[in-house]
């Protein structure tokens, strides 16, 4: 048994304050001020703040590997064990658009490594498939010539192979055979995420009727609004249903942008994500191979030959703490962003996702620049900055 102590904290349901709090693998008590108990004391200076966790719910890689070109089991390892350095204590897997069989290939890896229960570093806790079933026109860092249209069938093989690990579908809302494609994953549990689309707004209404719940990378690869066509952006942007990822590198969406975006939804349907890529973490500009495609990084911007961005190399603390300083968002709402509605949005918010006497154990400890100072999952300091 472990507490911290008398530390500044955000716990469910009040704002950042000083409590005690006691947990083993998972939270027995969250106490107003200075705790008397006897356990071992985490050692925090006294201007660390405890946040809950940050869950990456679309994650490609990072720190070297990437779940398209590098073997799937060696990937998830690596980012388990570095992404607590972000204070990322969850993350999603996500697969960019591939062939069948390299995709089908990652997803029965991605399904081991999830069943072996890996306690070490950060949580695996599912597969986002990006695509095949989106737009060509849209396919941004995409391949083009992996796209197919939706398909029933082919779903649910990769399904099948996922073996219930698959969490978060982006399709194209447009193409033919979607609605049926997102009523079924609706009824399976799984988020139908609208992305890589040129969708009507019209378009988009049906596909919150029809069970859409979320939309990936808001503005970016996607219709944007018009005075007369308010297209995918619009939908996003007005129908509060849909919870929107935001890529808060302001590389991919810019200040004003993401103030307009928060100054529309509801404070529980954004989620911050990174997006991001190989070279993510390794401190250095330079060119990655995927899917047979060039990827350079100059400054921080992944981008193709052709100028398109080509995800990101964004860290979850960078993700909050721009928000806060750059958009004028409340640490509080930044934070949610990065950790309860994720939770929410992927229906395990009652486990993980805010400081709640029962939840996993699960700590980002920050400092008053958002540096991550210690990273606590399942109980366990998964990272400690030397």
């Not at 890689?61 to 969850?90: C, K, N």
């Not at 073996?163 to 033919?176: M, S």
């Not at 944007?224 to 990822?245: K, N, Q, S």
């Not at 047979?292 to 960078?318: D, F, Q, W, Y």
Request: charged share 25%.
């Amino acid at each position: 048994m472990r507490a911290i102590r008398n530390a500044l904290v955000y716990a469910e349901g009040g704002g950042i304050r000083r409590r005690s709090v006691l947990f083993g693998e998972r939270i027995f008590t969250v106490e107003e001020g200075a705790s008397e108990c006897s356990a071992e004391a985490l050692a925090l200076p006294s201007d660390a703040i405890v946040l809950p966790g940050f869950i990456d719910e679309h994650i490609h890689g990072g720190y070297g590997v990437d779940f398209r070109d590098d073997d799937a089991t060696r990937a998830a390892q690596r980012l388990a064990s570095r992404l607590p350095s972000e204070g990322t204590t969850s993350f999603v897997a996500t697969l960019a658009a591939q062939s069948r069989s390299k995709t089908c290939k990652t997803l029965r890896a991605l399904r081991r490594y999830g069943e072996s229960n890996v306690s070490a570093g950060a949580r695996l806790l599912g597969v986002h498939l990006e695509g095949p079933f989106v737009q060509k026109s849209c396919c941004g860092g995409l391949a083009a010539e992996e796209l197919l249209p939706p398909d029933l069938g082919a779903f649910r093989e990769y399904e099948r192979l996922g073996g219930g690990w698959v969490k978060i579908v982006t399709l194209a809302p447009e193409l033919e055979r979607a609605e049926e494609l997102i009523g079924y994953l609706r009824g399976r549990g799984i988020v139908a995420s609208l992305g890589h689309t040129a969708a009507t707004y019209e378009q988009i209404e049906r596909a919150v009727r029809a069970g859409a719940t979320s939309v990936t990378h808001v503005f970016n690869a996607q219709s944007p609004f018009l005075h007369r066509e308010a297209g995918a952006v619009g939908g996003a942007l007005l129908l509060d249903e849909l919870a929107c990822e935001l890529i808060a590198d302001t590389v991919h969406v810019s200040v004003p942008a993401m103030r307009l975006l928060v100054k529309c939804k509801p404070k529980e349907k954004v989620i911050l994500i990174t997006d991001s890529i190989c070279l993510k973490g390794t401190g250095q500009d330079g060119t990655f191979v995927a899917d047979g495609k060039r990827v350079i990084v100059t400054n921080g911007e992944p981008r193709l030959e052709n100028g398109t961005l080509a995800g990101s190399v964004l860290c979850m603390n960078h993700a909050v703490r721009n928000m806060v300083e750059k958009v004028g968002v409340p640490i509080e709402e930044a934070v949610d962003f990065a950790t309860v509605n994720p939770a929410k949005a992927l229906r395990v918010d009652g486990e993980t996702g805010s400081i709640r006497s029962g939840k996993y154990a699960d700590f980002a400890i920050i400092d008053s620049r958002f540096r991550v100072l210690c990273t606590v999952r399942g109980g366990e300091v998964v990272y400690r900055a030397s």
